[in-house]
């Protein structure tokens, strides 16, 4: 998942590094989504498949936090907003595992790419800040671009049936959920770092999740263990990459690179499952890209525009 937090604590900036570690995340993540799907076609339920994500995840995060900071740095006095981010955290991380499953993987993650239109869509709404016609303008282009991609579910009474259907529909919501997540994280971020951050929702999610698991959990085969433990690596190493990235390089530097998962996607897609993106899927996915890179660029103009203010 990604984490809109500025670098933190004076972190040394090297550009092309962070650039690097953001590509690699995306190249990561597609590999943990095919495990989600070679996951999910060995009868494990979803529940589960996110319980071992977090738990073997943790104690790799931990260990980056004591060699980053020091445990320390884990301190807060803010538990109820990270116990808010959890839930939406797992909502939404629930949402977009279960659209990997149903769909193929380049359909989810273009959808998926739809998150910063519905982030400003929220950062109007419930954080009251300005957006310019120019930002409603490059929602609206984005909101086509969303509904030329979900056309092949246009299927059956109301528009969306079937497996196929039922898969559009848990990808938007799992878009729609990680924009409130952006803002959730935008909020904890003023005064937590992203490490922080990160190591609480992954500690936190354990609770709900561990309740949970003894209704679905089942015995599972060697290959099954090397899956599960494949995923809960793969998620760990995708975490600790996004999150370094945001200490090398801006925000605005590093956001972008996050449209390579498209890619990575369709390769991943191909060679593992055999499957390429519906025709309305290369049509879609240029136009969500391009609204969303040029939220990106009007984020950065307006930093850029709020650093002048202050300095004058």
Known sequence: MTIPSAPSFAAPQHILGGIALRLFAMA?????????????????????SLFWRQALALPFVFAWVVTHGGVASLKTRRIGAHTRRML????????????MIFLPMA???TISLS??????????ILLGEQTGRARWSAVVFGFVGVLVVLAPGAEGIGGFSGEHGL??????????MTGLITIQVRDLGRTESATTIVFWFSL??????????????????VSEWLMLLGLGF????????LTGALRLAPVAVVIPMDY?????????????FGTLPAETTWLGAPIIVASGLFIAWREHRRAIDRAKEVVL
């Open 88 to 99: 939406l955290g797992l909502a939404g991380m629930g949402a977009n595992f279960a659209a």
């Open 167 to 176: 898969g559009t529909l848990v990808a938007l919501g799992g878009a729609i």
């Open 28 to 48: 990561g993540a597609s590999i943990m989504f095919v495990l989600v799907k070679y996951v999910a076609e060995a009868g494990i339920h979803v529940v589960e």
């Open 260 to 272: 390579s998962s498209l890619l990575w996607s369709i390769v991943c897609g191909w060679w593992f």
């Open 107 to 109: 359909e989810a993650t």
């Open 115 to 124: 998150v910063p239109i519905f982030a400003t869509i929220f950062a109007a």
């Open 204 to 221: 936190l999610s354990l609770v709900p999740l561990g309740i949970a698991m003894p209704f679905v959990f089942q015995s599972h085969s």
């Open 234 to 241: 793969s998620g760990a190493v995708v975490q600790l990459a």
